[in-house]
């Protein structure tokens, strides 16, 4: 076990440093330089001088070679210091932690609704004895996953906010500002929840404990959550990791649709003026949820899988 | 005993406790409705035990889901009734039961052991609570007394230690303790009837006769009814007090064991049991006349060794020998067996002597040279002589080749002759293994599996090997299929003066086509004898138990005192 923490440990550090080399070379590559962007008068309206614009570039040390920077770049990461912002010069990881609660908050209520709509899909398809009921919500999930976004929220927006009125179109004061972007964000991931689990629930419903069961004489309900859930579950948490990373991605979307603020909203600015330090600590962070998650579930495996705990499957 | 015998006959002609009359099932499938069970009429009195004996796809599982209300999803009762006696009052109709109705008759009036125990316990729940559980859904324990009483009934179905076993989890349990935990499920609430569907068929010989006997002694102790439905005649003729013999969906036969074995009415029973090779008087074999060795042995295996590692546990690894110090030798035209339990060496021994895997030590010559770390161009020359002939035909023809693609390859890879020629060969060797020329155009999944194996034995055939392995040939096949292709064998061997290594577990089988047979356990071969001297004067006490779990011995054993006495 210790050993295996050691390996996981040392695979995620090289997930980070992985993140961190090609976030780099990808900004770098990109045309043009976050100096060039704000002397283009994108800022506050006045192109600036050559000479002033050097000494910028020096003073973020973008005149050095590329080697350099990079080094320099990630000797101050491995010390937490992502920099600061080219554009306003605010510490890069005061301004993460700034924008990360709004961002938790929909993230959560979008993950909670992602779980409760996606399990109750998968459940009440496997479960129903309705032909046409079963095939229409195993087909929906599929139907949802291919939906964009930002064309769920506004249609979200036009029905609830403009023409219902009931709950806010924008920002994020009060738990109702919160319904329509957590739906918003929680409904392609709750689709892909539903379809992997739906496939896992047949599947195990057709095995031959899941006789042994109906011949104790167990209900059918019973056997759903008993039974079936819980083995289903299994390959269902497999893709945990990749509902968050869906999650972080999809909040970049939906805050610039709902005009919240939050880490998507900082994304999107700090990517449209190539802020190098911001863009590179947000990539860093996004790897580390995610390398954080994966690795959860890889602990949680062995409590729902007895067989994994003792080392009977390999 | 006999005083209750007649009391349960005498019951019998009165009120059975279950009467099946003109059931129908059939099958929604794509192709339109298929009929599975035909006009099926049956009874079991009170403490009866009836077998239902079947090939695959005759209908005997479908009957007997039937009855407990588990048909898969697309299947249907049509017609006819299926009635369970109450305690008291008429008996109850069971066909058309809606589910919820049939849940008060699951588990407490017709308890169910399952076919592969392996399979059949859910793999994240404690063995303790999954019996537990059939107490609390009928309301015969609380939460606080269904664990006391689930530990007393896993002891009560011989399972040792049962309070740790309780404790576990089923992949903690081997097979046979599994089967138990089945067991203590069944009859957790008592019902008067079980239904024991090839109970054993996934297990071992030894442990399949230990189960059987502790089912027969707990049903018979409690008086209960058993249904069993087996594939195997010496099951049923060992186990049952009347067989029911089921063939395309129909009840074919119907009977006490004796009349049915001693006169069988119908000629489909006539076949299964002239195939059924535990009940085969042992001179009707078809083996070629024992090799007259001239030359020196085909294949010659010395103190053959094979490690394989362990999972490390606290640093350190341990090894397990799988094969510990086998020697033998195969002479031309010879069928050498290795009999055994699963786990006991005799697949990996075989895998040595082909070189598939390399041993730790030891020797093994082919035709006088040695093979044991021939690479390159000697070890693809040994693939010309020694070929291999699977267990499982479903799973060794590739789905995608043509079954001519499928005989051919072996020339192909050593690019014997034109492809006319190949093709030519490939015409003679399925003619050869009994098989049309028009398969050869066809796809394997549209195959019998009898046909899928002598497909296999034909590929294995293409190169003219000199030694053909078979690794379990027929246990994937039934019994009036599995007869066909030993015969097969045999006549191949006379023919072409082919050695055989033959792999199985199964005695009946090998009796009837091994020359020499060797008995493997936990690695090491316990004794190698001329078949006929091992059956009749086993030297070793575990040859002993093997033998005495041959199912159909009992009955044997039975007519045998009955004649003489």
Redesign the interface.
């Given at each position: 076990m210790a050993g295996y923490l050691v390996r996981r440990v040392a695979l995620a550090i090289g997930v980070l440093w992985a993140a961190f080399t090609v976030s780099f070379v990808v900004l770098y590559l990109l045309p043009g330089d976050p100096v060039a962007t704000m002397a283009s008068g994108g800022l506050d309206g006045e192109p600036m001088s050559p000479a002033a614009l050097d000494a910028l570039r020096a003073r973020y040390g973008l005149d050095q070679p590329l080697i350099v920077q990079y080094g320099t770049r990630l000797w101050d990461a491995l010390h937490g210091n992502f920099g600061a912002s080219i554009q306003n010069g605010q510490d890069v990881g005061a301004a993460i932690r700034e924008a990360l609660p709004p961002t938790i908050q929909i993230s959560l209520a979008g993950l909670a609704f992602a779980i409760v709509f996606g399990g109750a899909v998968a459940l009440v398809a496997t479960y129903t004895s309705v032909r046409w009921l079963r095939q229409l919500l195993m087909a929906l999930p599929s139907l949802a996953v291919s939906l964009p976004v930002f064309w769920v929220g506004l249609m979200l927006v036009q029905l609830f906010s403009f023409q219902l009125g009931l709950l806010p179109s924008v920002g994020a004061k009060g738990p109702e500002s919160l319904v329509l972007p957590a739906v918003t964000l929680g409904l392609p991931t709750g689709a892909l929840v539903a379809q992997v689990l739906a496939k896992s629930l047949s599947d195990v419903l057709d095995?031959?404990?899941v006789?042994?069961?109906?011949?104790?004489?167990?209900?059918?309900v019973?056997i759903h959550l008993r039974?079936a859930l819980?083995?289903a579950a299994l390959p269902a948490l497999t893709v945990f990791g990749y509902v968050v990373g869906n999650l972080l991605a999809g909040s970049v979307v939906v805050e610039t649709v709902f005009t919240r603020p939050g880490l998507g909203r900082l994304t999107v600015a700090a990517v449209g003026i190539q802020d190098i330090p911001v863009v590179q600590g947000i990539v860093v962070f996004a790897a580390a949820v995610f390398v954080a998650v994966n690795l959860l579930v890889d602990l949680i495996y062995p409590v729902?899988?007895?067989?994994i705990a003792?080392?009977?499957?390999? | 005993m006999s005083e209750h015998a007649s009391k349960s006959s005498a019951q019998s002609v009165a009120e059975p406790l279950l009467r099946v009359e003109g059931l129908d099932v059939s099958y929604r499938t794509t192709g339109g409705s298929l009929s599975a069970v035909r006009g099926a009429s049956l009874t079991v009195a009170p403490g009866e035990v009836v077998a239902i004996v079947g090939e695959s796809g005759s209908g005997k599982t479908t009957l007997a889901q039937a009855v407990?209300g588990?048909l898969p999803a697309n299947g249907s009762v049509d017609g006819g009734s299926i009635r369970l006696a109450r305690q008291q009052g008429p008996a109850e109709e069971l066909a058309g039961l809606s589910?919820?109705a049939f849940?008060?008759?699951?588990?407490?009036r017709i308890?169910?052991i399952?076919?592969?125990p392996t399979?059949?316990?859910?793999?994240?729940?404690k063995i303790g609570a999954?019996v537990a559980?059939?107490l609390r859904?009928?309301g015969l324990a609380d939460r606080r007394r269904a664990p006391i009483d689930a530990v007393e009934l896993l002891a009560r179905a011989g399972l040792p230690e049962p309070q740790v076993r309780a404790g576990q989890?089923p992949?903690?349990l081997s097979g046979g303790m599994r089967q138990r935990v089945?067991i203590a499920?069944?009859i957790?609430?008592s019902p008067r009837l079980l239904i024991a569907d090839e109970p054993t068929s996934a297990l071992d010989a030894t442990v399949q006769r230990r189960i059987l006997d502790h089912i027969e002694h707990l049903t018979r102790e409690s008086g209960t009814s058993v249904l069993l439905i087996t594939h195997d005649l010496g099951v049923a003729a060992d186990r049952a007090d009347r067989i029911l013999v089921m063939s395309g969906g129909r009840i074919v036969e119907d009977g006490p064991v004796a009349a049915i074995l001693g006169s069988p009415s119908d000629p489909y029973t006539q076949t299964l049991i002239a195939s059924a090779p535990g009940l085969r008087p042992p001179c009707a074999d078809t083996r070629a006349p024992a090799p007259v060795s001239a030359h020196g042995p085909l294949v010659e295996v010395r103190n053959l060794v094979k490690d394989f590692p362990l999972?490390r546990v606290n640093g350190s690894r341990g090894v397990l020998r799988a094969v510990d110090e086998v020697s033998f030798t195969i002479h031309r035209g010879e069928t050498l067996a290795l009999v055994g339990e699963s786990g006991s060496g005799k697949s990996t021994t075989a895998r040595l002597v082909l070189r598939l895997a390399d041993p730790t030590a030891g020797q093994v010559l082919f035709d006088g040279t040695d093979i044991t770390t021939a690479k390159g161009s000697a070890w693809r020359a040994l693939r010309r002589r020694a070929q291999l002939v699977y267990q499982n035909p479903y799973a060794s023809l590739d789905p995608k080749f043509s079954v001519e693609e499928v005989v051919t390859e072996p020339l192909r890879a050593f690019q014997v002759g034109s492809a006319a020629e190949q093709r030519r060969r490939a015409a003679d060797l399925v003619e050869k293994v009994a098989l049309p020329v028009s398969v050869l155009a066809r796809r394997p999944v549209e195959l019998s599996g009898g046909q899928r194996q002598r497909v296999a034995i034909a590929r294995a055939l293409a190169l003219s090997p000199d030694l053909v392995v078979c690794d379990e040939p027929v246990s994937a096949l039934d019994v009036s299929v599995q007869s066909q292709v030993l015969d097969l064998l045999g006549e191949l061997q006379a023919e072409a003066g082919l050695a055989y290594l033959f792999i199985s577990h199964d005695l009946a089988v090998v009796r009837r086509v091994a020359h020499r047979v060797g008995v493997m356990r936990d690695g090491r071969l316990l004794e190698l004898r001329p078949t006929e001297e091992l059956f009749d004067a086993p030297g070793e006490d575990y040859t002993r138990e093997l033998l005495a779990a041959i199912a159909g011995r009992r009955h044997s054993a039975q007519t045998l005192e009955a004649g003489t006495s």
């Amino acid at each position: 076990m210790a050993g295996y923490l050691v390996r996981r440990v040392a695979l995620a550090i090289g997930v980070l440093w992985a993140a961190f080399t090609v976030s780099f070379v990808v900004l770098y590559l990109l045309p043009g330089d976050p100096v060039a962007t704000m002397a283009s008068g994108g800022l506050d309206g006045e192109p600036m001088s050559p000479a002033a614009l050097d000494a910028l570039r020096a003073r973020y040390g973008l005149d050095q070679p590329l080697i350099v920077q990079y080094g320099t770049r990630l000797w101050d990461a491995l010390h937490g210091n992502f920099g600061a912002s080219i554009q306003n010069g605010q510490d890069v990881g005061a301004a993460i932690r700034e924008a990360l609660p709004p961002t938790i908050q929909i993230s959560l209520a979008g993950l909670a609704f992602a779980i409760v709509f996606g399990g109750a899909v998968a459940l009440v398809a496997t479960y129903t004895s309705v032909r046409w009921l079963r095939q229409l919500l195993m087909a929906l999930p599929s139907l949802a996953v291919s939906l964009p976004v930002f064309w769920v929220g506004l249609m979200l927006v036009q029905l609830f906010s403009f023409q219902l009125g009931l709950l806010p179109s924008v920002g994020a004061k009060g738990p109702e500002s919160l319904v329509l972007p957590a739906v918003t964000l929680g409904l392609p991931t709750g689709a892909l929840v539903a379809q992997v689990l739906a496939k896992s629930l047949s599947d195990v419903l057709d095995e031959p404990y899941v006789v042994t069961a109906r011949a104790k004489g167990v209900g059918r309900v019973a056997i759903h959550l008993r039974h079936a859930l819980r083995n289903a579950a299994l390959p269902a948490l497999t893709v945990f990791g990749y509902v968050v990373g869906n999650l972080l991605a999809g909040s970049v979307v939906v805050e610039t649709v709902f005009t919240r603020p939050g880490l998507g909203r900082l994304t999107v600015a700090a990517v449209g003026i190539q802020d190098i330090p911001v863009v590179q600590g947000i990539v860093v962070f996004a790897a580390a949820v995610f390398v954080a998650v994966n690795l959860l579930v890889d602990l949680i495996y062995p409590v729902l899988d007895p067989r994994i705990a003792t080392g009977a499957v390999v | 005993m006999s005083e209750h015998a007649s009391k349960s006959s005498a019951q019998s002609v009165a009120e059975p406790l279950l009467r099946v009359e003109g059931l129908d099932v059939s099958y929604r499938t794509t192709g339109g409705s298929l009929s599975a069970v035909r006009g099926a009429s049956l009874t079991v009195a009170p403490g009866e035990v009836v077998a239902i004996v079947g090939e695959s796809g005759s209908g005997k599982t479908t009957l007997a889901q039937a009855v407990i209300g588990l048909l898969p999803a697309n299947g249907s009762v049509d017609g006819g009734s299926i009635r369970l006696a109450r305690q008291q009052g008429p008996a109850e109709e069971l066909a058309g039961l809606s589910e919820k109705a049939f849940r008060s008759i699951r588990g407490r009036r017709i308890g169910l052991i399952p076919q592969d125990p392996t399979v059949s316990l859910n793999p994240v729940q404690k063995i303790g609570a999954q019996v537990a559980e059939a107490l609390r859904v009928h309301g015969l324990a609380d939460r606080r007394r269904a664990p006391i009483d689930a530990v007393e009934l896993l002891a009560r179905a011989g399972l040792p230690e049962p309070q740790v076993r309780a404790g576990q989890y089923p992949h903690e349990l081997s097979g046979g303790m599994r089967q138990r935990v089945l067991i203590a499920i069944a009859i957790a609430a008592s019902p008067r009837l079980l239904i024991a569907d090839e109970p054993t068929s996934a297990l071992d010989a030894t442990v399949q006769r230990r189960i059987l006997d502790h089912i027969e002694h707990l049903t018979r102790e409690s008086g209960t009814s058993v249904l069993l439905i087996t594939h195997d005649l010496g099951v049923a003729a060992d186990r049952a007090d009347r067989i029911l013999v089921m063939s395309g969906g129909r009840i074919v036969e119907d009977g006490p064991v004796a009349a049915i074995l001693g006169s069988p009415s119908d000629p489909y029973t006539q076949t299964l049991i002239a195939s059924a090779p535990g009940l085969r008087p042992p001179c009707a074999d078809t083996r070629a006349p024992a090799p007259v060795s001239a030359h020196g042995p085909l294949v010659e295996v010395r103190n053959l060794v094979k490690d394989f590692p362990l999972p490390r546990v606290n640093g350190s690894r341990g090894v397990l020998r799988a094969v510990d110090e086998v020697s033998f030798t195969i002479h031309r035209g010879e069928t050498l067996a290795l009999v055994g339990e699963s786990g006991s060496g005799k697949s990996t021994t075989a895998r040595l002597v082909l070189r598939l895997a390399d041993p730790t030590a030891g020797q093994v010559l082919f035709d006088g040279t040695d093979i044991t770390t021939a690479k390159g161009s000697a070890w693809r020359a040994l693939r010309r002589r020694a070929q291999l002939v699977y267990q499982n035909p479903y799973a060794s023809l590739d789905p995608k080749f043509s079954v001519e693609e499928v005989v051919t390859e072996p020339l192909r890879a050593f690019q014997v002759g034109s492809a006319a020629e190949q093709r030519r060969r490939a015409a003679d060797l399925v003619e050869k293994v009994a098989l049309p020329v028009s398969v050869l155009a066809r796809r394997p999944v549209e195959l019998s599996g009898g046909q899928r194996q002598r497909v296999a034995i034909a590929r294995a055939l293409a190169l003219s090997p000199d030694l053909v392995v078979c690794d379990e040939p027929v246990s994937a096949l039934d019994v009036s299929v599995q007869s066909q292709v030993l015969d097969l064998l045999g006549e191949l061997q006379a023919e072409a003066g082919l050695a055989y290594l033959f792999i199985s577990h199964d005695l009946a089988v090998v009796r009837r086509v091994a020359h020499r047979v060797g008995v493997m356990r936990d690695g090491r071969l316990l004794e190698l004898r001329p078949t006929e001297e091992l059956f009749d004067a086993p030297g070793e006490d575990y040859t002993r138990e093997l033998l005495a779990a041959i199912a159909g011995r009992r009955h044997s054993a039975q007519t045998l005192e009955a004649g003489t006495s």
